[in-house]
């Protein structure tokens, strides 16, 4: 089933920080933050994994709670090229990588100078 | 760059008409991933294929098809096209489990 993203849209001045939220009806083993400009490929910025474990990039900051299978991405000191739309992977089950990622809809970021 | 590269870049066919998209992965990286994004749907998860053999199918059409060769390169096989598969085709590689990194993609226009 398809994690929920919130907000779907967010306006932000260069420097403002922002929070980005995904919410899943079933139990994750993990979850993915890939951020996508117009055109281009997903980039990957972070996984976080049943148990704790998070790998990513340093300046991208995470959480994921699994009792709520919430997760929600940090982003501070925004700046221009942070712009684009955000999208949480999520995989359920035992992980193992097997099954591919449940996409959520997307959050659209917009930074403004 | 991610390492992943998929060949055509974008591909322009008629309705009814079968084409093939290519992905290499990463160096050393064993899965292969196939998603398709489209505006109506999302990104969505087709297939899985770890070191030659599939793992998961996700919604994949059965006029879609996919393999991976020995050289770890995977093919995903559309046929009989309709309007409504024109997409971005993503393929997505990763060493088993954990991150996958995307290619840059194919973007199929079906008219």
């Known amino acids: 089933q398809q994690p929920v993203q919130s907000p779907q849209a967010v306006i932000l001045r260069e420097g403002e920080d922002a929070v980005i939220n995904c919410s899943s009806s079933k139990a994750l083993y993990s979850v993915h933050w890939y951020r996508q400009k117009h055109g281009e490929a997903p980039v990957f910025l972070m996984i976080?994994?049943?148990?704790?474990e998070q790998k990513g990039h340093e300046k991208i900051s995470a959480s994921f709670n699994e009792k709520k299978q919430q997760s929600s991405l940090y982003l501070t000191a925004s700046q221009l090229s942070y712009s684009g739309t955000y999208f949480c992977?999520?995989?359920?089950?035992?992980?193992?990588?097997?099954?591919?990622?449940?996409f959520g809809k997307g959050t659209h970021l917009i930074i403004q100078p | 760059d991610s390492g992943v590269t998929q060949t055509p870049k974008h591909l322009i066919t008629a309705t009814g008409q079968r084409v093939t998209l290519r992905c290499s992965p990463r160096?050393?990286?064993?899965?292969v991933y196939w998603y398709q994004q489209s505006l109506d749907q999302g990104l969505q998860f087709l297939i899985h294929?770890?070191?030659?053999?599939?793992?998961a199918k996700g919604n994949i059409l059965e006029r879609f098809s996919a393999q991976q060769f020995p050289d770890l390169h995977s093919e995903l096989n559309l046929s009989s096209l309709e309007l409504g598969d024109s997409a971005l085709y993503f393929c997505?590689?990763?060493?088993?489990?954990?991150?996958?990194?995307f290619g840059p993609g194919t973007r199929l226009t079906v008219l």
């Open positions: 997505a590689s990763s060493v088993g489990k954990g991150e996958q990194f």
């Open positions: 976080l994994l049943k148990g704790g």
């Open positions: 294929y770890y070191n030659g053999e599939e793992r």
């Open positions: 992977g999520t995989e359920g089950g035992s992980g193992g990588g097997a099954d591919g990622l449940t």
């Open positions: 160096s050393g990286d064993l899965s």
